[in-house]
């Protein structure tokens, strides 16, 4: 496929950038362009590909190399439309201290430009696309007061026509695609993956469970003081990884790799939000997810895990453990050896489809998380389209 890259003329924020994505695909990218020279000297340093990779990193698709050798200039033959708006970063910016107007700045500005653009006439926005590297909460503000949280990005009006890639995505829209967390392995080859996964089924569990996090004392409905709690009263059972701020040891990949590939369960309860990159990190080390709210894997990452979910985890209900009905311990150490070592194997094989290749990489025979959303993407913009051929009533 011949590579080539063609900028349209730029204005104040935005400029025009078309590349194909697959045979017979192609998609328009429209970027920042001062923006995006900062963001990606931020991205070299401290992003996907580092040790330590940044909690919101989802952003930066576009440094892959499967977009990169994929560049046409046929605007023509466009299948879908890719908005590489660094929506993350910019909220990242601004959640704290800032007035209502500068945190919907850039979010209203880039509306404004795609409505604006021939492009967005085709099917008015419903073949654009882009990726947003935080919780669905941060975009969907529903008050001007400058004291509420997050922006309006996903409450926009033309906005609420695209398709968004986001690590936590609303239960209550169907526009809001949940993509995993970036995690700490970015394979290069097909057999470093291979041999990775080799690697876990042969390591020794000694833990039967384990959790990596701290407590939310200020969050009633919290089930982490209890799990924790459980955890400690297990032993040597049990391992828990004290995330309390301030700690240096969540942070360090090798504690919580290290621990994840020792244990055979994995804890992996609400926080913040419903969703944890823990859960992708737990996977990556070959360790069972025990989740205790279906918001938290089950109806989010329908593009990336196994519908049948008792395959690759276990499923322990939050009241149980609010209401002290159920032992952690006890509950798991039931499970026959052969259901968890059944259980284990469907782990391991789902790590191509949660880790996201090096960016200067190309796999060749496996599909990772990036090649699995851009085609989820680019079907659902097909089955768009054919829907307004029927004559159906589009969202």
């Known amino acids: 496929m011949e590579k080539s890259i063609t900028k349209a003329k730029c204005q104040k924020q935005f400029c025009l950038l078309k590349i194909r994505a697959r045979a017979n695909t192609s998609i ?48 023509q033959m ?15 910016r601004y959640l704290w201290g800032f007035n209502s107007s500068v945190k919907d700045s850039a979010s209203i500005d880039l509306e404004k430009w795609l409505f604006e ?42 906005i609420k026509n695209t398709t968004s890639l986001i690590i936590e995505s609303s239960p209550w829209t169907e526009r809001e695609i949940a993509i995993p967390y970036p995690t700490y392995f970015h394979p290069s080859t097909d057999v470093e993956v291979f041999q990775y996964q080799e690697k876990l089924r042969r390591l020794r569990r000694k833990y039967l469970f384990s959790f990596a996090g701290a407590p939310r004392p200020t969050r009633i409905d919290s089930i982490r003081g209890e799990i924790i709690d459980q955890c400690i009263a297990s032993g040597r059972k049990c391992k828990f990884l004290n995330c309390t701020s301030g700690s240096e040891t969540c942070e360090n990949p090798i504690c919580v790799m290290g621990m ?62 609010k209401n002290r009905n159920t032992s952690i ?14 259980m284990r194997e469907e782990v391991v094989r789902l790590i191509p489809k949660v880790l996201y290749a090096h960016p200067t990489a190309r796999l ?32």
Request: charged letters at 25%; aromatic letters at 14%; proline letters at 7%.
């Open 78 to 92: 466009a299948s879908a439309i890719y908005v590489p708006f660094y929506a993350g970063l910019d909220i990242g």
């Open 364 to 395: 060749e025979t496996i599909e990772d998380a990036f090649d699995i959303a851009v085609k989820g993407v680019l079907d659902r913009v097909e089955n768009i389209r054919k829907a307004m051929k029927a004559g159906k009533k589009l969202y």
């Open 260 to 321: 994840f590939k020792k244990s055979s369960f994995c804890l992996q309860p609400p926080g913040d939000s419903y969703t944890r990159r823990s859960t992708f990190d737990s996977i990556l080390g070959g360790c069972i997810p025990a989740f205790f709210n279906p918001a938290s894997a089950y109806t989010q990452y329908i593009w990336h895990l196994p519908q049948n979910f008792t395959k690759y985890s276990v499923f322990i209900p939050e009241n149980d453990i």
């Open 117 to 158: 653009k021939p492009e967005w006439g085709y099917l008015s926005g419903r073949d654009h696309f882009f990726v947003a590297g935080r919780v669905n909460w941060d975009f969907n503000r529903v008050v001007e007061e400058d004291s509420g949280w997050g922006n309006k990005l996903m409450l926009l009006p033309h």
């Open 329 to 342: 311990e006890v509950l798991l150490g039931r499970i026959p050896k052969e259901e968890v070592e059944a």
């Open 28 to 75: 328009f990218m429209i970027s920042p362009p001062d923006s995006t020279r900062t963001f990606s000297r931020i991205f070299r340093k401290q992003g996907l590909v580092c040790d330590k990779p940044v909690h919101f990193g989802t952003d930066f698709p576009q440094q892959n190399e499967e977009l990169q050798v994929c560049l046409t200039n046929d605007s």
